[in-house]
Nanobody, 112 residues
Framework: QVQLVESGGGLVQAGGSLRLSCAASGFIFSSYWLGWYRQAPGKQRELVAG???????NYADSVKDRFTISRDNARSTVYLQMNSLKPEDTARYYC??????WGQGTQVTVSS
């Protein structure tokens, strides 16, 4: 059973940084692509960044050059380093492979 525990969110001023973590279990972590998603109130969930089992990354245009996704296979953890945060980055952030249930997410709020 896939279990995902996101952490690291919080309230930050525009221009600030946060590092999100996602501890995963219930599957062979090192073998799968993982993504960070976000959902703002009244909006659909969107993919923010993804990382393949081999470490290849991709990003939404809105976060390119500001966010960095990485993974630590030994710790079964995926990270999202978020720099130069903007108020429009305010959302609940989730991690997930391409299967399984969603975790609780972690709230990121960026004040202007």
């Amino acid at each position: 059973q896939v279990q995902l525990v996101e952490s690291g969110g919080g309230l930050v001023q525009a221009g600030g940084s946060l590092r999100l973590s996602c501890a995963a279990s219930g599957f062979i972590f090192s073998s799968y692509w993982l993504g960070w998603y976000r959902q703002a109130p009244g909006k659909q969930r969107e993919l923010v960044a993804g990382i393949s089992s081999g470490g290849l990354t991709n990003y939404a245009d809105s976060v390119k050059d500001r966010f960095t996704i990485s993974r630590d296979n030994a710790r079964s953890t995926v990270y999202l380093q978020m720099n130069s945060l903007k108020p429009e980055d305010t959302a609940r952030y989730y991690c997930r492979p391409r299967f399984g249930s969603w975790g609780q997410g972690t709230q990121v709020t960026v004040s202007s």
